[in-house]
């Protein structure tokens, strides 16, 4: 299976990448970050509001270094956060960004949530788009953004975001919404993949593992992966960063995609995109 997914405008993103919510500024950060890219993580995802750019931005450095790669092997995300929604507004908080992150470019600049406000939303994605136009950003997408949203959207952008970063586990498959992506040549990207734990203890998740000899978190993002979903799962410790990538090498059965379609409730774990305001 390819190691990455295609964007409609060519460019391309590792499948799998290491997420780093929850998780402050300081060495253990650092370390994790490095250890991933010395792992042979390509991808990772921060975000503003995660107060956390600039030690993963040494951990960029410092990763860089111990494998031996330059910076353009590796896709580095970051977010915007509500607060600095607005088109000038939106520019210089990425600049403010790439200055914590100590980087030039970032591969992907995402709005963090609609929010409440429609017009807020398009005047900071016409904010992306200039960064876009301009080169400073290689991709542009959002997150959280649901049907409408997207339908809002498209009526006014002239650059189509490339991804839309959602909550997507067993337990709200997104269906609908995942269709819609498809459609309209937008990859999904699950956020809280393994519900920080919580699926890893399904009991059909579990005996699927045993099944595959494998660990409940690997279905999970082969799961992911096999429903062409990008996936960004977070871990500091440096056994489960490698296992997390080392899903390359067995398939889920039509029997376990179907068990696990079976989980879905149309549950939430995080706040509802409709509703969130960012408080
Ligand atoms: N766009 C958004 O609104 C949004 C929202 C939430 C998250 N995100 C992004 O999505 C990323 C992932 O989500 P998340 O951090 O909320 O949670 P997650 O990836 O679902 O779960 C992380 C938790 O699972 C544990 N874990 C990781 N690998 C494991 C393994 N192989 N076996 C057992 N436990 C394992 C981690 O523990 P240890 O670290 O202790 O190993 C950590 O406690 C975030 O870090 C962030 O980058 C985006």
Redesign the pocket.
Known sequence: MEQTVTFHNGNTMPKVG??????EEGQELVE?VKHAIVSGYRSI???RI?DNEQSVGEGIRQGIEAAGISRADLFITT?LWLDDYGYEESQTAYQASLDRLGLDYADLY?L??PGQDTQLYIDSWKGLEKLYNDGKVRNIGV??FNIEHLDRLLEEASVKPVIN???FTPYLNQQELRDYLKEKFIVAE????????E??TNEVVMNIAEKHGK????IIIRWNIEKDVVI??????PS??E??LNIFDFELTKEDLYELDQLNEDRRN?PDPAEYNGH
Request: no cysteine.
């Open positions: 290491l997420g780093t919510f929850r998780v994790a995802d921060t975000a995660y977010k995402l963090h949530w997150s959280n970063q959602i909550e699950s956020w809280s993949p393994l519900m920080n734990g699926i890893l660990s409940p978190a690997q960004i799962p977070k871990s500091v410790t489960r960063i296992e997390n995080g």
